[in-house]
């Protein structure tokens, strides 16, 4: 297992990473993405059929193509967030964190002490116990994880500075499904108020040490929204598959 995280090295020198979510527990799919070129793979645990046990290959083939692979969690629970993190993820999204509390135990989860209350012990990430003793892996693998807290809950706004200021926050990933319902337009994200409100959020990270992600499914959307001010752009496998799938069907003269 990597100690380093390219995708933070990158976001911590203000760059761009672009990834791609896999909802579906295939080691396959994760190395296909890794060859296209995708800077990272984000297993998506929170509405596809990913487990602990399904994650494994996966971070694996990930490994085996020297790309980083994050995944976005269902729950925050400090012992979810642990399965994943003892597997070798290199960064943890946890949904809906509409709260400073929130998120803050949401980062704590993700780290050892003195940063958190990360259970410690042995396996994969200290190389079973034959690698360099933990004592010294502890603050690596600490700097390591990428901590993701998305917002997706309007009324969130109000503590929006706060939320921004949480130690350890690495990224704020604005979910524009669910933000578009708690602004009373499911299934709108494109809406022009939600899109009015997104700015607010752009307006209020620009420039702080936290990094604003989000999704964009096509080449438009990705440019548009790094124009906009957010470094963590995040695709979706299925729909990429499905769109290219599209094309060539309705494309063929036969």
């Known amino acids: 297992m990597q100690m380093t995280n390219s995708v933070k ?15 579906l527990p295939s080691p396959d799919v994760v190395e296909i993405c890794a060859l296209a070129g ?4 984000m297993l998506d645990a ?12 996966m971070i ?5 193509r020297g790309v980083p692979v994050l995944a976005r969690v269902g729950e ?35 780290r050892y002490h003195p940063h958190g209350h990360r259970g410690l012990a042995g396996g994969r990430t200290f190389d079973y116990a034959m690698g360099p003793p933990a004592k010294e892996l502890v603050p690596q693998i600490n700097d390591r994880v990428l901590a993701i807290a998305q917002f997706e809950n309007a009324a969130s706004v109000d503590d929006l500075e706060a939320i921004l200021a949480t130690d350890g926050l690495d990224v704020l990933f604005v979910g524009p499904n669910d933000l578009a319902q708690s602004l ?45 001010g957010f470094r963590m752009i995040v695709a979706s496998a299925p729909a990429l598959l ?13």
Do not use: W
């Open 9 to 23: 090295q990158t976001l911590r020198d203000g760059g761009t990473a672009l990834g791609v979510f896999v909802p």
């Open 38 to 41: 995708f800077d990272f793979v």
């Open 46 to 57: 929170e509405h596809g059929r990913i487990d602990p046990e399904t994650a494994y290959p």
């Open 60 to 64: 694996l083939a990930a490994e085996a």
């Open 76 to 110: 925050n629970d400090r012992q979810v967030i642990l399965k994943y993190l003892d597997l070798g993820i290199a960064g943890v999204m946890i949904p809906r964190t509409d709260t400073p509390e929130q998120v803050a135990e949401a980062v704590r989860s993700m």
């Open 184 to 228: 009373g337009y499911p299934g709108q994200p494109t809406h022009p108020e939600v899109q009015s409100f997104i700015d607010r959020l752009c307006a209020a990270a620009r420039g702080g040490p936290v990094a604003l992600g989000t999704v964009a499914g096509d080449i438009a959307a990705v440019n548009q929204q790094l124009e906009r």
């Open 242 to 254: 499905a769109r290219a799938a599209r094309e060539l069907v309705t494309g063929v003269t036969r």
